[in-house]
Nanobody
Framework: QVQLVESGGGLVQPEGSLRLSCAAS????????MGWQRQAPGKSREWVGD???????KYADSVKGRFTISRDSAKKTVSLQMNSLKPEDTAVYYC???????????????WGQGTQVTVSP
């Protein structure tokens, strides 16, 4: 019932910028933390950053100062603004969210389908 739909992936040159967006829909009572993870070919999944329901953000050291996460809780969206991109940022990016589907249920994690970001000349 809950679905996260991503958009914005693609090919970009080093030092370029790209903005990813993710919208949640379906049976949603409330949303807690929202964030992003990524996975490069042959590497394990890496946490990128997240944003709390109150707007507090945290980032991995590898992207701190270059990436910015924002959210629009009313629209149930989270975005990842990526600046000064490097080849090592190449990965499949996944959005996620802690979602409570009913008032008396606990929050569970849901993930998007993933979108490819390639940083290359």
């Amino acid at each position: 019932q809950v679905q996260l739909v991503e958009s914005g992936g693609g090919l970009v040159q080093p030092e370029g910028s790209l903005r990813l967006s993710c919208a949640a829909s379906g049976s949603i009572f409330s949303i807690g933390d929202m964030g992003w993870q990524r996975q490069a070919p042959g590497k394990s999944r890496e946490w990128v950053g997240d944003i709390s329901s109150g707007g507090q953000t945290k980032y991995a050291d590898s992207v701190k100062g270059r990436f910015t996460i924002s959210r629009d809780s009313a629209k149930k969206t989270v975005s990842l603004q990526m600046n000064s991109l490097k080849p090592e940022d190449t990965a499949v990016y996944y959005c996620y969210a802690q979602i409570r589907t009913h008032p008396r249920d606990s929050e569970n994690y849901f993930w998007g389908q993933g979108t490819q970001v390639t940083v290359s000349p």
